[in-house]
């Protein structure tokens, strides 16, 4: 594995490959890995004859500045992970190789960055996200990009920018990988004091106590989130947004009537976390709407 942290030496690093017609992946990450990361980047190995993992804590994404230096850092470590999954280049570019001295453009999303997490951490957040990968994405002009499915509406953002500036590359959105009890793996994770972390886990039984009642039949949005949010009260964790949504457009149902996502939000102490689930619609249990949420949210889980 090679590391590079110049934008024109790995644009010459795969002009070679790229010539040979090699498939290029790349797996754009902002380090501290988890197995979340190396499932990508594992799946990016095994579709692509050449792997680019980037490297790079995007100051223009974040909102508050604690968090930006909370954000855990630890190249070397990441670095030895990234060897281990025979990746071919570490790509660690400084915030002056990404933004020097004079950058003024910014790339901006309509639409499904207005909500969930563009409204909550501000219009800069999804900007931020959005330069960057088109940054990525005409650096190493990859065949694929690979993408974490925690990260859902930053997916859905990712793959309409794509699409609207017609970037010649497929986007992957690859499984949440989640701890034996469920909590999404987050680098945030790892800021979590013990007692943080069990009331963590309250986001995926929110989800899954939502997920369960629309098995029941549940057909209300309402009452199917109030399922959920009943979960996350009895662990005192108050979200930003716990919400039922269509997947491709990130719209919010009232009626469940075809396949949604359910999206949640919150802050545990001082660690904001997200996750979401898929909700495929069993349309052999539909029943009234009229029925307690009780029932649903004492459906038996799933998981
Ligand atoms: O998901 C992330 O880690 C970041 O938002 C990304 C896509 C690497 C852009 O900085």
Do not use: W
């Not at 999404?184 to 069990?198: I, K, Q, T």
Request: charged share 25%.
């Amino acid at each position: 594995m090679r590391t590079i942290r110049a934008i024109a030496e790995l644009r010459q690093a795969l002009a070679g490959p790229r010539r040979e017609g090699r498939s290029i992946g790349l797996v754009p990450t902002m380090g501290a890995f988890h197995e979340g990361h190396l499932s990508l980047i594992r799946r990016a190995r095994t579709e692509c004859d050449v792997v680019v993992v980037s490297l790079f804590v995007n100051p223009a994404q974040f909102n508050e500045e604690a968090d930006l230096a909370a954000y855990p850092r630890d190249e070397r470590r990441d670095a030895e992970l990234a060897e281990r999954e025979r990746v071919d280049y570490l790509f660690v570019p400084s915030a002056e190789e990404m933004y020097p001295a004079g950058f003024a453009t910014t790339v901006s999303v309509g639409r499904v960055t207005e909500m969930f997490e563009g409204a909550h951490r501000g219009r800069s957040h999804f900007d931020g996200v959005t330069t960057v990968v088109t940054k990525l994405l005409n650096i190493a002009s990859p065949h694929v990009a690979y993408f974490g499915g925690k990260d859902a509406q930053q997916a859905v953002v990712v793959q309409r920018l794509a699409r609207d500036l017609d970037i010649p590359v497929r986007i992957e959105v690859c499984p949440t990988v989640r701890e034996p009890d469920g909590l999404a793996l987050s680098s945030r994770n790892v800021l979590l004091s013990p007692d943080e972390r069990n009331r963590a886990r309250a986001l995926h039984r929110a989800l899954r106590a939502t997920a369960s009642a629309v098995d029941a039949g549940e057909r209300d949005a309402v009452a199917a989130k109030a399922a959920g949010v009943t979960e996350l009260e009895a662990a005192g964790v108050r979200p930003d947004y716990f919400e039922l949504v269509r997947a491709p457009t990130l719209e919010p149902v009232n009626r469940i009537d075809g396949d949604i996502l359910a999206l949640v939000a919150a802050r545990v102490g001082a660690v904001r976390l997200i996750d979401n689930e898929p909700i495929t619609l069993n349309t052999n249990h539909a029943r009234s709407p009229s029925k307690s949420n009780h029932r649903a949210s004492t459906t038996p889980r799933r998981s």
